[in-house]
Nanobody, 122 residues
Framework: QVQFVESGGGLVQPGGSLRLSCTAS????????MGWYRQAPGNQRDLVATIRSGNSPFYADSVKGRFTISRDYANNTVYLQMNNLKPEDTAVYYC????????????????WGQGTQVTVSS
């Protein structure tokens, strides 16, 4: 019933920009934190950025200064604005929600989006 739906992935040239979005839907009571992970072929899934309730952003060193995470609390949506993209940013980007409390159980767990491909190439 709970879904995290992503959009915004695509192909961009080095130095370009891209904005990812992810909206959580379903019988959600609250979401403590939301964020983005990425995974390139043959690599592990790495944390890119997170933002907690009360707006406390965290960024991986590899994207700090280039990426900006933001959150729309009213619509359970998280965004990732990616600027000055590099070829090494190429990966499948996954939306993540932590401490997601549903109205029926009032218990917390994590959810993942389906992933969206970001390719940075000339």
């Amino acid at each position: 019933q709970v879904q995290f739906v992503e959009s915004g992935g695509g192909l961009v040239q080095p130095g370009g920009s891209l904005r990812l979005s992810c909206t959580a839907s379903g019988s959600i009571f609250s979401i403590y934190s939301m964020g983005w992970y990425r995974q390139a072929p043959g690599n592990q899934r790495d944390l890119v950025a997170t933002i907690r309730s009360g707006n406390s952003p965290f960024y991986a060193d590899s994207v700090k200064g280039r990426f900006t995470i933001s959150r729309d609390y009213a619509n359970n949506t998280v965004y990732l604005q990616m600027n000055n993209l590099k070829p090494e940013d190429t990966a499948v980007y996954y939306c993540w929600g932590g401490g997601v409390v549903t109205k029926d159980t009032m218990t917390a767990r994590a959810y993942w989006g389906q992933g969206t491909q970001v390719t940075v190439s000339s």
